[in-house]
């Protein structure tokens, strides 16, 4: 079957740009991407007044090979090697402008210039579209794809350019005449930053991010060795003369504390082939990262986003591990392609094994999370244990002879043995320095005082009355001594401000309107039922210990 040029109509290009850049971002992702193609090392991105441009300095563009830029899905990039192969991204910007000229220029080469008028193009299809509304033209004559392209390109011919028009090696893209229905996106400097953050291979910062420099360098090395490239680029933003060199968006303060754990480093093959490298920090605590969109793994290949992160999540089985880390997926192997939406990879043998690696490659995340969870709760566990038994003890020094209050004493100190005996049965706390021997003291010093507490109870009912009441109290200033001997940390109560608050601290996730709710809940009943502030800080942190005793 014989086809001609007329069979391909112009509106597919409406389509596919439409279709691949929904978001406005997406285009500057585009010729960024083009950039690290061509081995940039400097990409400057300024947004002003009706105007974007992209500048890079990487090999440029002769002319010969901006002509061929200009093919609609055909492309002289390389799958495996470069980010943008499908023959669509000089055309991302269809929607978004009424012109676009790139500037490009091979080092000792002339410049070369090439103009499209997006503008005339849309008017063009959409007075088309218009007529056939009205029925006044058919399909056999509306414009097709090739002449839409050829009436309102120019690529003038090669050195018609003066170099002082373009003195520099790299390319510099010019979108004017930027559509006003997208132009509050771009001109918000925090939306387009922070996209770009997500999305382009930018550093990691050295400044604010602890581990930067290891995860940056342990990535290269393990490329290196593969021979497969990790994609870095610098990127200066400059929207409305606010300028700042972006980093990837990971940092210390996104950790509780301030302080992410040391970066645990996975590596995905597909046999003996490397697929692709991990890395991951942990929180600081039991709990998920605070920032909600940093929460978890992000696919990435040479170093620009593959979907989000909440896609991925499903492989982890666990979402409450999940969220607890901040991490990437770095996938190298050239055989691995994205689609062309770009939220996924193309089906494919190898994709079945990534998927395959990746999730045995979370179970052992997951793990990770899990020990930490176990060691830290435990040693959460033993301060509360230590500060009962120290409570305990001085009202026995007390000469506490109420023995309901004595068997109470008791029934609570067994609670705690019980729990304590689990942890060093179940060896949680093996890695952590002092921690196992900490806890047997503390087990120790419990089994002494219920010893002591049991003597006093039978005391009371003794007529060696003295002689017991002496030894008894000899004891417990051993047993204070002990306790002042264990390390571990005081537990603080914390000073709820809120009763979602402590619902949070268990990762209990709230819809908006169950906050609401609780919120009413905490103002109407709790709040008035308690007298002071200090009584309702007691309050919440007695309902916590509730909760905590209601699972267990």
């Known amino acids: ?293 940093l929460r978890g793994f992000l696919i990435k290949k040479q170093g620009f986003a593959i979907g989000k992160r909440e896609h991925i999540a499903g492989h982890f089985r666990s979402r409450t591990h999940f969220d607890r880390y901040i991490g990437e997926i770095i996938v190298v192997s050239p055989e691995l392609l994205p689609n062309a939406s770009r939220d996924d990879f193309e089906y494919s043998p190898l994709r079945t094994n990534f998927y395959k690696s990746l999730a045995n490659t979370a179970s052992e995340l997951n793990t990770t999370s899990n020990q930490f969870q176990d060691t830290t709760k435990a040693l959460d566990d033993i301060g509360t244990f230590k500060e009962g038994l120290k409570k305990i003890n001085t009202r026995c020094n007390r000469f506490e002879r109420d023995p309901d209050k004595l068997v109470s004493f008791i029934v609570e100190l067994n609670d705690s043995l019980t729990k304590i005996n689990s942890i060093i049965r179940r060896k949680v706390l093996k890695d952590h320095d002092h921690g196992s021997e900490e806890a047997k003291k503390l087990k120790k010093s419990i089994e002494e005082l219920i010893d002591e507490i049991q003597a006093i109870i039978k005391w009371l009912t003794s007529a060696k009355k003295k002689r017991v009441k002496q030894k008894t109290v000899d004891k417990q200033v051993k047993i204070a001594r002990d306790l002042a001997s264990i390390s571990t940390e005081e537990v603080k109560e914390k000073e709820y401000q809120t009763l979602v608050e402590v619902l949070d601290d268990f990762d209990i996730e709230l819809s908006g309107e169950l906050v609401k709710i609780l919120t009413l809940i905490d103002e109407k009943f709790i709040q008035g039922y308690t007298s002071s502030k200090a009584e309702y800080f007691s309050f919440l942190n007695e309902l916590k210990e509730d909760i905590i005793n209601s699972i267990d």
């Open 1 to 293: 079957m014989k086809l001609t040029k007329f069979d391909i109509g112009a509106e597919i290009i409406a389509i596919l740009t439409k279709g691949m850049y929904p978001d406005p971002r997406d285009t500057l992702r585009e010729y960024i991407q083009n950039g690290v193609d061509a081995h940039a090392e400097n990409i400057k991105v300024r947004i002003g007044q009706s105007i974007v441009s992209i500048e890079d300095d990487g090999r440029g563009m002769d002319h010969k090979t901006m002509r061929k830029a200009l093919r609609v899905g055909v492309s002289d990039k390389q799958p495996g090697k470069d980010v943008g192969f499908m023959g669509i991204g000089i055309y991302s910007a269809f929607h978004l402008c009424d012109s676009l000229t790139i500037y490009s220029r091979i080092k000792e080469n002339p410049p070369c210039k090439l103009e499209i008028d997006f503008k005339s193009m849309r008017e063009k299809l959409e007075e088309q579209k218009k007529m056939r509304l009205e029925e006044k033209i058919t399909s056999d004559k509306l414009i097709d794809l090739q002449t839409l392209l050829e009436k309102y390109i120019d690529l003038p011919d090669e050195g018609t350019l003066e170099v002082k028009e373009f003195p520099g090696p790299g390319t510099h893209v010019v979108l004017s005449g930027i559509n006003p229905h997208f132009f509050g996106n771009l001109i918000d400097f925090d939306n387009v930053a922070d996209y770009l953050k997500e999305v382009v291979p930018l550093h990691f910062d050295k400044e604010q991010f602890s581990f930067a420099k290891e995860i940056e360098k342990r990535i290269s090395e393990t490329c290196d060795k593969e021979g497969a490239r990790f994609e870095i680029v610098n990127v200066e933003l400059n929207i409305g003369g606010r300028k700042e060199k972006l980093f990837r968006p990971y940092r210390d303060e996104h950790f509780h504390n301030g302080q992410p754990q040391k970066p645990i480093f996975k590596e995905l093959r597909d046999g003996g082939r490397l697929i692709g490298v991990v890395w991951g920090c942990l929180n600081s605590t039991r709990k998920k990262i605070e920032e909600k969109k």
